[in-house]
């Protein structure tokens, strides 16, 4: 059975001072993570439209997003960035409802 591909989709745009903190304080840090393993980061600019790839809940209309998307649909979401606490914690439990992880990789640390 083909593994399921589960990536976090980020919805930002130029000049989203929200979207700069987040760059700058988990940015970096993301792919080396659990989570950031399995769900890598990909990102989009709002301002040239939203992916006609992924089957999304709603329409994007704050910077930043950050989709859950599980092979091309929306899974859950996280509206703003309301700081590296409470982000860690939102994407965990999206992530933890998403269904099992079929490769849990980083959680031996």
Same mark, same amino acid.
């Given at each position: 059975?083909?593994?399921?591909? &589960? #990536? /976090? /989709? ?9 979207? $700069?903190?987040? !760059? ?8 080396? +993570?659990?989570?950031?393993? !399995? ?11 939203? %992916? ?6 709603? $329409?994007?209309?704050? &910077? %930043? +997003? #950050?989709?859950?998307?599980?092979? &091309?649909?929306?899974? $859950?979401?996280?509206?703003?960035? %309301?700081?590296?606490? /409470? #982000? ?6 999206? /992530? ?7 490769? *849990?990789?980083? !959680?031996? *640390?």
């Amino acid at each position: 059975m083909a593994q399921a591909e &589960t #990536f /976090l /989709l980020m919805a930002e745009e130029e000049g989203c001072s929200w979207c $700069a903190r987040w !760059n700058a304080e988990i940015g970096p840090i993301y792919p080396k +993570t659990a989570e950031g393993q !399995n769900a890598p980061l990909r990102r989009f600019d709002l301002r040239k439209g939203q %992916p006609d790839y992924i089957a999304l809940k709603s $329409a994007v209309r704050f &910077t %930043p +997003t #950050f989709i859950l998307v599980k092979e &091309t649909e929306e899974i $859950a979401r996280i509206e703003g960035y %309301p700081g590296e606490e /409470l #982000f860690w914690w939102q994407l965990s439990v999206m /992530l933890k409802r998403s269904g099992p992880q079929e490769q *849990q990789k980083g !959680n031996d *640390q």
